[in-house]
């Protein structure tokens, strides 16, 4: 079946710019996570939906960044004014959340590399 | 807190052995590893939900040694189709801010050479 997407798979934005990034996760998951990888670095958590309770946004680096799941499916991630140093790989994963974060196999899209210049 | 893999890095020749290392500062809950060859989604490889526990996936293992609070993974003849960056993910046992999700090490790269 098909796996997570993301789109666009890549974004090349100016300094101060808003930009969009979204996931479409494994039809049936309901749970589904935003990560951003830097450079030669791990995976970073930004945050986590799980059904119709309210997201864990304990990982969203500032207020300029957001995201929305709508209808329980496709999710949105939002960075306003974006910054030089917001430029990252931005993965997105779903899960069948069966248990949890941390036991459930978490399933990663190809990412969005969001380039700021 | 973010676990600690070791080696960074790792450089083998195909039939070759490795082992990468996973710490954390904290008790764990559980342990993720998962490899991500460059420009591709990170693919789960195996979770560990106990001390002790040791899982094998073709001639990749892992083990997890809870009073250690660490796992280490283990690639045994090694094949070049093995190259790419493992990276683990931890989730801690009590509380804190990375208390209920997966935090993930670095990564190592791994090379591996005909």
């Known amino acids: 079946g098909a796996g997570v997407s993301q789109s666009p798979s890549n974004k090349v934005t100016e300094k101060g710019k808003d930009v969009e990034l979204r996931c479409d996760p494994i039809?049936?998951?309901?749970?589904l996570y935003w990560y951003r990888q830097s450079l030669g670095q791990g995976l970073e958590f930004l945050i986590y939906f799980q059904g119709n309770s309210a997201p864990d946004k304990s990982g969203l680096p500032s207020d300029r960044f957001s995201a929305e799941r709508t209808g329980g499916s496709v999710s949105t991630l939002t960075i306003q004014r974006t910054q030089q140093e917001d430029s990252a790989v931005y993965l997105c994963?779903?899960?069948?959340?069966?248990?949890?974060?941390?036991?459930?196999?978490?399933?990663f899209g190809p990412g969005t590399r969001l380039t700021v210049l | 807190q973010q676990p600690v893999q070791s080696p960074q890095a790792v450089i083998l020749r195909e039939g070759e052995d490795a082992v990468i290392n996973c710490s954390s500062s904290k008790a764990l809950y559980s342990v993720h590893w998962y490899r991500q060859k460059h420009g591709e989604a990170p693919v789960f490889l195996m979770i560990l939900l106990k001390g002790g526990e040791q899982k094998g996936h073709e001639k990749i293992s892992a083990s997890f040694n809870e009073k250690k609070q660490q796992s280490s993974l283990y690639l045994t003849a090694s094949q070049l189709s093995y190259s790419g960056t493992y990276f683990c993910g931890t989730a801690p046992r009590a509380g804190g801010t990375s208390y209920g999700k997966l935090t993930f090490g670095q990564g190592t790269i791994l090379t591996v050479h005909p």
């Open positions: 994963a779903s899960s069948l959340a069966l248990a949890g974060p941390t036991t459930d196999t978490q399933y």
């Open positions: 039809s049936g998951h309901t749970a």
